[in-house]
Every structure is written in structure tokens, then in C-alpha cells.
């Protein structure tokens, strides 16, 4: 089952403007993470925000969460265009221990 | 260097064919995942790992076997019973939170 659902599909724009991604999920979560995966590779971790975190910052990213809404949000600023790949939410469980559920992802292009 | 090393990194599989694909961490990482991708999607767990000779199923296990006599390893078997077993398949392990993924094997039945 994927949990997490990510908004837009896909996403262009022009470097050196903001991307930002929402994810939504359905179930209670320990905490929320962000990969990112260029064509073709596997995935690599960005982040990972917990429960009872409302904001969170790594360099040019930001994440934010907001468990009443079952929301999280993905901003990287100043994009450029090596940051063109997909990117994903996931989500564990609440019992520990869960593998992660990821969602099927934003694809974004940023163009030079 | 740390690391998870999946090979090969493109294999032809035929009709009725069992096929091995192999995932070794140098991690020291006690829990490993297999998720399979398909093109435009995101991952679907396979089956998955939390100590030595003991793995659970994930959402779609059907036609798959693996195995864990070793921390390091965990190979995934795709057997004939996976009726469409063509996809991106991705290996990870984590000592806790943010998983390491190995760079794939791409499996493509002929």
C-alpha cells in the first residue's frame, strides 16, 4: 500500500526559483522523511522531520509537517538545475520498526 | 568506503526462468528491504529484513524468495512464478531511520 501521495506529479521550473512538493498520508506516523532519486539510481535520504516537529531546515531545504492535516511540504530554494531528479515522501508507522511506505513521487525539472 | 553494492546492474531474464539478484552492505546495518519500482511509480515492498535468518513479506511478495544467513546480505530470488517481473528493483538498509539504497538492478524479461 503507498501511503504518502505526492502533489504536484511532476514540476518545471526556471533556476534559481523555489520548488516546492506536498505530500499527503493517511495513517499516524512516527516521522516523515524525503529522498530524492536521480534517473535511473536509487534513492538518496534528504531529510527526516518526526511527529512532533513542525518545521525543519538542511541547507537550501525545508521541510515542513503538519499532522492534523496528514501534510508535509518540500521547498528547496534557489534551485538549480542539478537538482532535476524525483523526488519522494515516506512514511513509517507508529508501532517502530515499520519499513517505510514511499510515495509515488514529483518529478522535477529545472531548466538552465 | 561504506556502502550498498547491488549487481548485476541490467539482467535478461527468460519466460520460466528463477533469476538472483544480489545486495551486499558494508553498513553494519541490521535491517535490510527489497522495494520494486516501476516506471512512473514509487516503491513497493518486496520483502524485508530486521536480523539474521529471519525476513517478513512485504505488500507484494507473490513470486519472490530471499534469504538472510548472513547481516551483510540479502539476495532476492524472482522466480517463474513473477508473471511480470520486469521493473527497477532497489535494495536498502538502515541502522534505524534514514535508509542507504543500493543503485539498482534493472530486470527485463525476454
Known amino acids: 500500500s503507498q501511503q504518502g501521495e505526492e502533489d504536484p506529479q511532476a514540476l518545471s521550473i526556471q533556476e534559481g526559483e523555489n520548488a516546492t512538493m506536498n505530500c499527503s498520508y493517511k495513517?499516524?506516523?512516527?516521522?516523515l522523511q524525503w529522498y530524492r532519486q536521480n534517473s535511473g539510481r536509487g534513492l538518496v535520504h534528504l531529510i527526516l522531520?518526526?511527529?512532533?516537529?513542525r518545521e525543519k531546515h538542511s541547507g537550501r531545504l525545508r521541510v515542513t509537517l503538519d499532522t492534523s492535516k496528514k501534510s508535509s511540504s518540500l521547498l528547496i530554494t534557489a534551485s538549480r538545475a542539478a537538482d532535476t531528479a524525483s523526488y519522494f515522501c515516506a512514511t513509517d508507522g507508529v508501532s517502530g520498526n515499520t519499513p517505510l511506505v514511499f510515495g509515488k513521487g514529483t518529478r522535477l525539472s529545472v531548466i538552465a | 568506503d561504506g556502502g550498498i553494492t547491488q549487481s548485476p546492474k541490467y539482467l535478461f531474464r527468460k519466460e520460466g526462468q528463477n533469476v538472483t539478484l544480489s545486495c551486499e552492505q558494508n553498513l553494519n546495518h541490521d535491517a535490510m528491504y527489497w522495494y520494486r519500482q516501476d516506471p512512473g511509480q514509487g516503491l513497493r515492498l518486496i520483502y524485508y529484513s530486521q536480523i539474521v535468518n529471519d525476513f517478513q513479506k512485504g505488500d507484494i511478495a507473490e513470486g519472490y524468495s530471499v534469504s538472510r544467513e548472513k547481516k551483510e546480505s540479502f539476495p532476492l530470488t524472482v522466480t517463474s512464478a513473477q508473471k511480470n517481473p520486469t521493473a527497477f528493483y532497489l535494495c536498502?538498509?538502515?541502522?534505524?531511520?534514514?535508509?542507504?539504497f543500493g543503485s539498482g538492478t534493472r530486470l527485463t524479461v525476454v
Open positions: 495513517t499516524s506516523i512516527n516521522n
Open positions: 536498502a538498509s538502515t541502522l534505524g531511520f534514514g535508509y542507504t
Open positions: 522531520i518526526r511527529s512532533n516537529e
